[in-house]
């Protein structure tokens, strides 16, 4: 059927344009409700993207649209509930695409707006693994502008809601808004409830007419037959209906279709702005130090740098992209619910030919959801955040999100009895193939942490926090030795195969001799280990154990820098009133509080107080403690290393200078200095100004 970029301007779409200006955001709500409800689909067809576009803004950002991202109850409660009630998965706009998917309208969606490895893909002419891009590509005509996906009103409506959270920032600057009380962050959690459900199924679309249905999609090369989901990420619809001999005939086609387009079209649009070819590749010390001799070309301007060639055509898979904080409290909230469908599986029955005709499709939908669809391009976002983020305390948002994905048995249905002595809980041996298969997620990331953590001022009560809940959350009874038995299978001896990238096509009874002398399930584990690490990493990668020397002397540093914090903490609290008298100090040196704050947001030393300061040494001593149950750390070796802050403390004392340069008009701080007094690494209350 004809797109809507063939249609001439309705008046409705004229009439509908002018309320816009005309009429208060509840009226004009109501009155598109009435339309929605009293017209048919072929009116609707070519009011459909105005309205999209009009409620999620453009996709270049210049339209604005309702601003779902701001909008919030407590300061806008009319419209806050309008919308949401417009939007709900029952409401009038869902009414409308599902009014328009029976008649089977399709929608151009352009390419130059999908994120940068699956643009570059498609323009290369190569077709992303994703099957939500299959069948979809629109080749321009002779004067085409571009190349478009041609998607369903379902697929249309998804694509703009979800990428509204990358093209719609948060523009409010006269009051703070949360996120987590955003429409924007609602209507997620309700279509997510909505479309993954943990308890029952997929509510069916609301029937148009006596008798009718809403057809799905068509189904993909329906003759290919389906492959395991250990090999070809196929999609789950096209084996269900592989089986079906009407397509409208079974409703568990329809429930499982409109689960699997969300969820890719989730992962997609806020997860999969690197691709793992890239990820692999500037991994690299050698790409590593190439990008840097670009960079450092491009500061200098000279553009004609052999190194730019070369750049270019890696940064043609790697847009230019830096996730907000409303970003990622959109993906723990994505996280946190996966692992509760997830977790919501019904259990196994005890006969294997009776699961194989008793599973639904949304049941094997909840079996391979998070290491099909999520787990490689969550951990590339996590890896670039780890990276890129700014040392401040802003990552918290980043690693709340980290953690509530190392923590599924959080999100399952059966709770641990509670203790009423409030000691933590053993995680369960259940959770260890899980622990297994996102090893990466739990040791490369958490000496990437590490590493964030050295770099990071942990006098501020904020960063000594969030080394605090990282170590509580390690120091989970069991976890640590889960962890550990995954790195023990990973690092069994290899298997002698060949060529290490056919392994994910070995059957179960390949190469037995080479697994003789190991149990079979461990021989299973070791292998499923491996496969994880090396598809995400590639095939030279080189494995650093987090109980390892390497990582433990990391560890080692940290707590260093704890017990060093801590004494600077306790310094501060002894001569807080010496403190408060610095202030005129920052004068003498043409420092303003402007100034001093700089650029650096998460550092709230400006704020400090006795009860900032009593949170801080709080923090840091129960950190210690979990950093030596997990590591296993000698009490007498830390025992030293503190007494050697507190004697590198007295010895350096508080009269020393920040770093400073002689002027005509006196002494002047340097860039250095001024970093030095924002840390707090000179005690500049006790300076003699005279």
Known sequence: MAGPHLQQPSFLLATLKADCVNKPFAQRCHDLRTVIEELPAKELHGIFPWLVESIFGSLDGIIIGWNLLCLQGRTNPTEYSVALDFLDPSGPMMKLVYKLQAEEYRYDFPVSYLPGPVKASIQEQVLPE?????NKVQFPSSGGLGLNLVLNPFEYYMFYFAISLITQKNTSATHHVSPSNSAYFILVDTYLKCFLPTEGSVLPPPPLNPGGAIPSPTPRSPAVPFTSYGMHHTSLLKRHIAHQPSLNADPASQEIWRSETLLQIFVEMWLHHYSLEMYQKMQSPHVKLEVLHYRLSISSKHHGSPAQSSYQA?????????????????????????????????????????????????????????PRFV???LYIFLQHCFGHWPLDASFRAVLEMWLSYLQPWRYAPEKPPQSTEHLPHSVSEKWATFIQENLLMYT???????????RTDLVSPKNAFMVFRVAKVFAQPNLAEMILKGEQLFLQPELVIPHRQH????????????????????????????NHVYSLEGQDFQYKQMFGTEVRNLVLKLAQLICQAQQTAKSISDHSAETMASQSFFSWFRFTPSEMNGSYTGNDLDEIGQDSIKKT??????????????????GAQLTQMIKNCETAQDKNGKNQLPDCIESEDGLILTPLGRYQVRKERFHIATLDCS
Do not use: M
């Not at 040494?617 to 000698?634: P, R, S, V």
């Open 375 to 377: 787990r490689q391009k």
């Open 444 to 454: 490369k990331l958490f000496a990437g942490f590490l590493n964030r953590a050295l």
């Open 314 to 370: 890696l940064h043609a898979y790697q847009e230019s992209f830096n996730p907000t904080e409303e970003h990622v409290l959109v993906v723990r909230l994505l996280v946190k619910h996966l692992h509760a469908f997830s977790n919501s599986l019904k259990p196994e029955p005890l006969s294997p030919s009776a699961h194989s005709h008793t599973a639904s499709p949304l049941e094997e939908f909840k079996r391979v959801v998070i």
């Open 617 to 634: 040494d709080e923090y840091l001593e129960k950190a210690l403690e979990y950093l030596c149950q997990i590591f296993k750390l000698n």
């Open 130 to 134: 994703c099957s939500l891009y299959h």
């Open 503 to 530: 392994r994910l096509f070995l059957t179960p009874t390949f190469g037995g001799a080479f697994f003789s002398s190991w149990p079979p399930t461990t021989a299973d584990a070791s292998f499923k280990v491996k």
